[in-house]
């Protein structure tokens, strides 16, 4: 079984992730991990990504995804998934992947945000998260 943690940015989809694989003794993976060089470029200077942009990283976990399951491992994934069709792609025609969406107040989100440091999504990407 592959479990994937998704939701925007700050819902706590890396702690979560890895306190359920921590528990479960399975493999974890965060997503940001698998963003290209150019993606996390973007973001750090403050912009949003588009779906071309997401195409390398998408394609990036689909191939992790798959890696898991091609050697009969369970895992745990954190990354966005924040459009439909993107949570199809990891998940269609493998039915051992189960999406696990946190929802998060706006408010919420906005303090967690607005506390971190170094992290490359500031709170000003919000909307553009919430509107996928």
């Not at 399951?69 to 992947?97: H, Q």
Request: hydrophobic share 45%; aromatic share 6%.
């Amino acid at each position: 079984m592959i479990v994937v943690v998704a939701g925007v940015a700050a819902s706590g989809k890396s702690t979560v992730g890895a306190l359920i694989a921590a528990r479960l003794g399975w493999p974890f993976t965060d997503g940001d991990s698998l963003h290209p060089a150019a993606n996390v470029a973007k973001m750090h200077a403050g912009h949003a990504l588009d779906d071309a942009d997401r195409r390398p990283w998408l394609t990036a976990v689909t191939g992790r995804i798959d890696g898991y399951l091609e050697e009969g491992e369970s895992a745990v994934l954190a990354c966005s998934l924040l459009k439909r069709r993107y949570r199809d792609e990891v998940s269609t025609g493998r039915p051992t992947v189960q999406i696990v969406f946190l929802d998060v107040s706006r408010k919420l989100l906005t303090g967690r945000l607005n506390a971190r440091h170094g992290h490359f999504f500031p709170a000003t990407l919000l909307d553009s998260q919430l509107a996928a």
